[in-house]
């Protein structure tokens, strides 16, 4: 059975940094493309960045520069570093294949920025 275990998440002030982690357990990710997305209160989920099977790399505009994906393939693990956060990044940031997003989804982490 596939699961996504989002963590990382915390309370940050802006300009601050976290970094998040997503292990898969359940099938080994390597082959896939997968991405981050995030959800804040009253809004839609919305896509952060992606990271191809191959290493190749995505990102919405509103973090470029900011966010980095990664990956580590032999822990099936996928990583977000974040940096220069901002109050608009506060949401519960969620992993998943990318784009069909096949996975079931994690209970996902939460990232709260202050002003």
């Known amino acids: 059975q596939v699961q996504l275990v989002e963590s990382g998440g915390g309370l940050v002030q802006a300009g601050g940094s976290l970094r998040l982690s997503c292990a898969a357990s359940?099938?080994?990710?390597?082959?896939?493309?997968m991405g981050w997305f995030r959800q804040a209160p009253g809004k839609e989920r919305e896509f952060v960045a992606a990271?191809?099977?191959?290493?190749?790399?995505n990102y919405a505009d509103s973090v470029k520069g900011r966010f980095t994906v990664s990956k580590d393939n032999a822990k099936n693990t996928v990583y977000l570093q974040m940096n220069s956060l901002k109050p608009e990044d506060t949401a519960v940031y969620f992993c998943?294949?990318?784009?069909?997003?096949?996975?079931?989804w994690g209970q996902g982490t939460q990232v709260t920025v202050s002003s």
């Open positions: 359940g099938r080994t990710f390597s082959s896939y493309a």
């Open positions: 990271i191809g099977s191959k290493g190749s790399t």
């Open positions: 998943n294949a990318f784009p069909a997003r096949w996975a079931p």
